[in-house]
């Protein structure tokens, strides 16, 4: 009996847990200024925004970053992760992929952010990781400031 009661409070719990929405967004924009200008403004983000750049190749023009948020950390800003049901959000972290790329008198810009968070369960306190959907709303930050808007 008492295996039937936890599983059916399981199975409910479970119930409450709910994915993340698929959000269409624009992730691309193409800026009238130079690559040099729009590279110096896409370092300048990064760094007054206390992101930290994993790799930068100028030559290529691709920027990989990530960001971690701290224990209990608010996302929802930024990403839609779902009704975590019974689990605990405990941190999150977004990977950042900049690509600038020259387009004539222009440069094409493209912002690729994947967001993931950690969650502790409160039935055996094991933490998994989901993957989250952006909103959009760090990619619309990153393509302004590289725009210098």
């Known amino acids: 009996m008492k295996k039937l009661v936890t599983l059916a409070i399981a199975l409910t719990v479970a119930a409450c847990a709910a994915p993340p929405a698929y959000i269409p967004i624009d992730k691309s924009r193409t800026v009238a200024m130079s690559k040099d200008e729009a590279w ?15 790799t930068i190749e100028k030559d290529s023009g691709i920027i990989y970053a990530e960001r971690m948020f701290g224990t209990g950390a608010d996302v929802s800003q930024f990403a839609d992760c779902g009704a975590p049901g019974m689990a605990v959000p405990v941190s999150a972290t977004v990977d950042l992929n900049v690509f600038i790329r020259e387009a004539g008198d222009a440069v094409n810009v493209t912002v690729n952010a994947r967001f993931s968070q950690q969650r502790q369960s409160a039935w055996d306190r094991s933490v998994s990781s989901i993957e989250c959907s952006s909103l959009g709303v760090i990619e619309e930050r990153i393509l302004d400031a590289i725009a210098g808007d």
């Open 40 to 54: 110096a403004n896409a370092v300048e983000y990064f760094a007054s925004g206390n992101i930290t750049i994993r």
